[in-house]
C-alpha cells in the first residue's frame, strides 16, 4: 500500500515537472519572439526614418540640379548629413543587440533632432507642446519618442500636410500624445495597416495603453495615445498558449509586410534610375489603386512605365529574379 502511494506522488510528481518545463519552453519562445518584434521596431523606426528623409533630400537635390545648382547642393549636403544619421543608427541598432543599457535621456531631448529634421526635410516645424509634472519611466519616454518619429515619417510620406501639431501631457495616472496635421487624409475602411502603424500599435499595447486614428479624405489625421503610469502587479500578468500562438502568427505577417516594404523600395529605386523622381510616385499610386496586388504584378505594371523595350525587360527580369 505504502508503495503504491510513493508510486503515486512520484508519477504526479514527474507529470507535474514534465507541464512545468513545458510551460518554461513556451515561455522562452515568446520572449524571443517579443525580442524578435522590439528589434523589427528599433531598425523601423530609427534606420527608416533616416532613409526616408533621405530619399526626399536626393529626388529634391535631383529635380533642382539643372534649374538651381547651389539650392540643389544645399539638399545634397543635407542628404549626406542623413547618411551619417543613418550610419549611426545602424550602429546604435547592432549596440542594442549586444547590450541591455538603456541611454536616460529626457523626452524633449529624444524629440528635438527628431523635429528639426523633419523641419529640414519638409520646410514645416511642428507645433510642440510637452508638459511633464513627474519623471516618466524610460520605457515611456521610449514609446512616445518612437511614435513621434515614425508619425512624422509618415506625414512626411503621405500626408502632404503644411500643419502638424504635437502635444504631449502627464499627469500622476498617464500620459497623453497627440499628434495632429492638416493633410490630406485617408479612409480607414480602404488603408491597408503598414508595418509602422502596426509597431506603433505594439508598444501602446505593451504598455497597457489606448491607440486611436482619426482621420478621412481631406480633413488631415490625429493620432491619439494614452499610457497608463502604474504597472500591472505580475500576477495578473497571464501567458497562455493561444496567445503564444497569436503573437507567433502576428510575428510572421509583419515579417511578410516588412518583407514587401522592403521590395517596394526596391522598385522605387530601380525605376527612379530610369525614369526619374516621379518613380515613388508612380509605384505608390498603383499600390494606392490595388493595395493586395502581388510583387510580380507590380513589377509588370511599372515596366509599362518605360518606354526603352530592352530597359524594361531588364527591370522586370532584375526585380523578379529577387523574388525567386
Known sequence: ???????????????????????????????????????????????????TSLNIQLQTARKLWHIDPSQAEQFLTEAQKLGSVAIHEVR??????????????????????????????????PSTSISLSIPLPIKVVTTIYRIVQESLTNICKYAQATKVEILVNANLNSVLLVVTDNGQGFRLSQRKTGFGIQGIKERVTALQGNFNIETELGNGCKLTVELPLTEL???????????????????????????????????EYHLAELIGPIASFLVQKVIKSNPNISCTELVKILALEISNPHKARKFQQNLLSQLN
Open 233 to 267: 502587479p505580475i500576477s495578473e500578468i497571464k501567458i497562455s498558449k493561444s496567445f503564444q500562438q497569436e503573437t507567433i502568427k502576428q510575428e510572421i505577417k509583419l515579417e511578410n509586410i516588412a518583407s514587401k516594404e522592403r521590395f517596394i523600395a526596391q522598385c
Open 92 to 125: 546604435q541598432s547592432v549596440s542594442a543587440l549586444r547590450t541591455n543599457e538603456t541611454q536616460e535621456k529626457s523626452l524633449e531631448e529624444l524629440i528635438t533632432p527628431v523635429i528639426k529634421n523633419f523641419h529640414q526635410t519638409t520646410g514645416i516645424l
Open 1 to 51: 500500500m505504502v508503495n503504491t502511494v510513493v508510486y503515486k506522488h512520484y508519477t504526479d510528481l514527474l507529470l507535474q515537472y514534465k507541464e512545468l518545463r513545458q510551460y518554461l519552453l513556451e515561455i522562452e519562445e515568446l520572449a524571443a519572439v517579443q525580442e524578435r518584434k522590439r528589434i523589427a521596431r528599433e531598425i523601423h523606426d530609427s534606420l527608416g526614418n533616416a532613409l
